[in-house]
């Protein structure tokens, strides 16, 4: 196919236009951006301009069909001679009369997608008006094909054209002999001298001159019969391989398509620019982000460390009222008192509990709440820095997608302080201690009757032995005396038993009571960074998101940028 080459880089530039124009849309560049795209397409897309001039009978119409290989120019049609045709592609076959002297003939036929052809009269039968538009259009030809019938090349009337055109306008332009299977080869060779000598005198230079059979080409590529031999003899080779230097290295053509590449480039140097400078700021919002997230796992857990240094004052407050419950159970537990417990242990552990109920809540209400102070005051100071944090380092759309909204330090604090209010309850009511007191209480009683009934009985029976003998009541005596010891005796050892138990429970309460009161202002410490760290997940997710928008664009940046350099690399060895 004749420029096949050049029409392989123009294809090729044109892919790759596509592709930068669909980039730019879906990254929405501005208006004026998509609008030079289009431009560059369309102008990338025009068609390659071929005209023919030449004598009637010359044979311009039969070199046209074997070129394209496909008879779309009518031979031997004597209207056609009066007249400028240009060939155009058109989904649908139709003629257009532009004026009385030019006509556009629209075909459905595929190559003229790629180039546009000038069928003029023959210069011979030309009037003023066919000079003139042959001549607007041999200046923006890519190829101009001169016609020469090898059976009259004498003839004045091309020449006498040529004269009238600037010879600027001629740097495109090829010699072409018609009909040479007419003559035999010694003929042609003298034609195609005096053609050389001629245009050297009458242009300045001589042009490529070709000798060629229309005919035999356009049989050797429309029948399947003999076509090496047809090729061969037709001489039809070397003038499509001018062309193709001809098309492929017009200077005008191959600039253009440098300078179409060159604006492409730059276009996809601005994108490339745009979106790394984009992608660069999402990536260092996400080592931010990740800056962040170390920063509040640091600070977490140095709030949670600190948490057993807000409870020092409670558990001292437990130990200072299981101290108070200790004087307390010593005092009711005198000698006389530990007696009692045979017949009111009841009522003395119920007001015993209810008082030391009262004593914990009264000492360590207030150490929970200064705790919880301490631990409120502790986060309030997270905020600020995070504020520091936000504006210095983060970009401003970054900025915006951060919540800004104070987390509620006033509703998490009360929320925190009804939540230990109920553990306070439910621990300082709890009926640890005063089971565990009244099984020894009962234990004890049930321990005492013993003693204390054998004590009674002794001494009645002391009284009535002294009333009858006095030997018989030393016996007694004796006996009720050493019962009472002995009740004394274990009474006392109860005694004890009761207070290292009370202490027991009390250490197993304040225990208890330290973890709970732990365990929720743990609770609330995951709250609230867990909330803190909720206020940066738009933004994570933003980067997420555009991160994984970003890569598959910077992608195709990259294959364009690879592209258009070896396009341009090209485009340089063919120019």
């Excluded at 049609?77 to 649908?92: K, Q």
């Amino acid at each position: 196919m004749i420029a096949d080459k050049y029409l392989q880089l123009r294809t090729e530039l044109e892919t790759a236009l596509t592709a930068l124009l669909k980039l730019s849309s879906e990254i929405r560049r501005d208006a004026g951006n998509l609008d030079l795209l289009h431009g560059l397409l369309r102008d990338v897309r025009e068609p390659l301009l071929f005209v023919v001039v030449g004598e009637v009978k010359a044979g311009k119409s039969s070199l046209l069909n074997a070129l394209f290989g496909q008879e779309f120019a009518k031979v031997d049609v004597l209207p056609a001679t009066d007249r400028v045709y240009i060939f155009r592609y058109g989904d649908e076959e139709s003629s257009v009369e532009v004026s009385p002297q030019l006509s556009e003939r629209y075909q459905p036929i595929p190559f003229l997608r790629d180039f546009n052809v000038v069928d003029t009269p023959g210069t011979n039968t030309m009037v003023p008006q066919h000079q003139t538009i042959t001549e607007n259009f041999i200046p923006r030809a890519d190829l101009v094909l001169f016609v020469f019938s090898v059976t009259n090349p004498w003839t004045q009337s091309a020449w006498t054209l040529l004269d009238l055109v600037q010879k600027r306008w001629l740097k495109n332009i090829v010699f072409v002999l018609q009909q040479a299977d007419l003559r035999d080869a010694a003929e042609i060779e003298v034609i195609q001298r005096h053609l050389a000598d001629t245009a050297a005198q009458k242009l300045g230079f001589t042009p490529p001159i070709f000798a060629v059979s229309a005919r035999k080409a356009l049989l050797a590529r429309t029948t399947g019969l003999d076509k090496e031999r047809l090729w061969a003899e037709s001489q039809f080779g070397p003038l499509e391989e001018q062309i193709n230097r001809m098309v492929t290295q017009s200077g005008a053509r191959v600039l253009k398509l440098q300078s179409t590449g060159k604006t492409a480039t730059l276009l996809l140097g601005e994108i490339s620019e745009e979106l790394r400078g984009s992608f660069d700021l999402i990536l260092r919002d996400e080592q931010h982000l990740t800056r962040v997230a170390a920063f509040l796992q640091s600070r977490k857990e140095q709030t949670l460390r600190q948490v057993a240094g807000f409870l020092r004052g409670v558990e001292q407050a437990c130990r200072d009222c299981a101290e108070h419950g200790t004087k307390l159970i010593e005092e009711k537990l005198s000698f006389w008192k530990t007696w009692r417990l045979i017949w009111s242990r009841e009522q003395w552990q119920h007001d015993f509990q209810n008082e030391v109920e009262t004593k914990l809540r009264q000492t360590v209400q207030p150490q929970v709440e200064n705790a919880v102070q301490l631990l409120e005051a502790d986060l309030r100071g997270i905020w600020p820095q995070l504020q520091d944090i936000i504006e210095a380092q983060f970009a401003s759309e970054g900025k915006n997608r951060v919540s800004r909204m104070i987390p509620d330090f006033a509703r998490q604090r009360r929320e925190l302080l009804q939540s230990i209010q109920l553990t306070l309850v439910e621990r300082i009511a709890g009926k640890g201690v005063e089971e565990e007191l009244g099984r020894m209480f009962r234990e004890s009683a049930a321990w005492l009757r013993l003693p204390a009934g054998v004590a009674a009985a002794g001494g009645i029976a002391t009284v009535l032995a002294a009333m009858i003998s006095a030997s018989v009541a030393d016996v007694t005596g004796v006996v009720a005396l050493s019962a009472a010891a002995l009740g004394t005796f274990f009474a006392f050892g109860q005694r004890r038993k009761i207070l290292r138990a009370y202490e027991k429970e009390m250490e197993i309460k304040r225990g208890e009571l330290t973890r709970a009161i732990e365990g929720q202002m743990e609770h609330a410490i995951d709250l609230f960074y867990k909330e803190i760290s909720n206020a940066f997940q738009p933004l994570a997710a933003f980067c997420s998101t555009e991160r994984k928008r970003y890569e598959p664009l910077l992608d195709r940046v990259e294959e364009l940028k690879e592209i258009f350099a070896s396009l341009m690399t090209r485009f340089g060895q063919a120019g």
